[in-house]
């Protein structure tokens, strides 16, 4: 089922032709879907938080709760340390949509770009103070508590910021550059 879900997108060689213009392949195939889920599978085991928040993301892309640029980000965060997945996962997104490789490594989030985001997310819920303290109450058991995981902090701002597809494309533009 996962699998059919990344039919969804379509494909296109991340090659170009000689006069720099991007060749169009054929689209993806059932098997590659299968083929490629399997991997994904196969890399992170197929009971780990990694691989079923992958089927999740699959899963609120095919239901529309989440638009390409949303899944792309969460994507190139997902596989940050599997650029292997990211090439494969290229190939089933539309042009324009490529994940760029490499990723750089490491934390490069500065504080000007961090406060600047939090303060978006102020002005979005200017009208929710209880929301808006619940966000920072997050981020702070995360930074300073250890309270979850990486990727669970990840799967709780998606929820979080479910309404406000923008905002959270831009996090995940400068938590993964």
Known sequence: MAAQQQTQFQSYDNDRNDSGVRAE???PQMADALNFL?????GFGSESQEYKYFIDLLIEYKQQRITIPVVVARVKLLFSDRQE???GFNKFLPAGYEISLPLSRGPHIS???ARNFVSKVQAAFS???ERYVSFRQMIVGFLQEGKMSGLELSAKVCEFLEDKQDLLVELFD???P
Do not use: L, R, V
């Not at 399997?38 to 196969?42: E, P, R, T, V």
């Open 111 to 113: 504080y000007e770009k």
């Open 174 to 176: 400068f938590i993964c």
């Open 85 to 87: 997945f990211i090439e």
């Open 38 to 42: 399997s991997s994904i599978k196969d």
């Open 127 to 129: 009208q929710d103070e």
């Open 25 to 27: 392949k054929e689209k």
